[in-house]
């Protein structure tokens, strides 16, 4: 036996060999109640937006493909493009929606948006932006590219 690496020491008496607290006299206990479990019905359903009109209007990007991208890689249960009917990705004009059932981050919605920008090489001049009307609604705007001077081109 290598001293040190033995049996474990005791570090103080065993818990269940310390004397219960008495409450004061003239107090009284309490028992804690527990908290009464909720309804057990339907979770309400998620609606986020994702407002593609700026982009879309100039023709920078294809709503279509954006929905289809979408499709293709949100995961529901581990699993990515089985949406089955947890999660539903519909379109309007310029607007993409998305309802879900299910636990469902709008952050990755963010993630998967700028995702779809990288890979069409738009990421350098559209951000994503959560609106300041409505705050399940996300937008994609221009950087806003300050124009200075044309020092360098002479």
Known sequence: IVPG???PQRCGPAVKNRPLI???PGTMVVAARKAAP????????????????KPVDDKIMDIASFEKF???KIKVDGKAGVLGDAVKVTKDKSKITVTTET???????????????????????????????????????????AEGGDDEEE
């Not at 998620?46 to 009109?53: A, G, H, K, L, N």
């Not at 609106?131 to 950087?143: H, P, Q, T």
């Open 5 to 7: 690496l033995g049996s």
């Open 22 to 24: 008495e409450p004061r």
């Open 38 to 53: 909720g309804p057990k019905g339907k979770k309400k359903a998620q609606t986020f937006v994702i407002d593609c009109s």
């Open 70 to 72: 979408l499709m293709d």
């Open 103 to 145: 636990a469902f981050s709008k952050r990755y919605l963010k993630y998967l948006t700028k995702k779809y920008l990288k890979k069409h090489n738009v990421r350098d001049w559209l951000r994503v932006i959560a609106s300041n009307k409505d705050r399940s609604v996300y937008e994609l705007r221009y950087f806003n590219i």
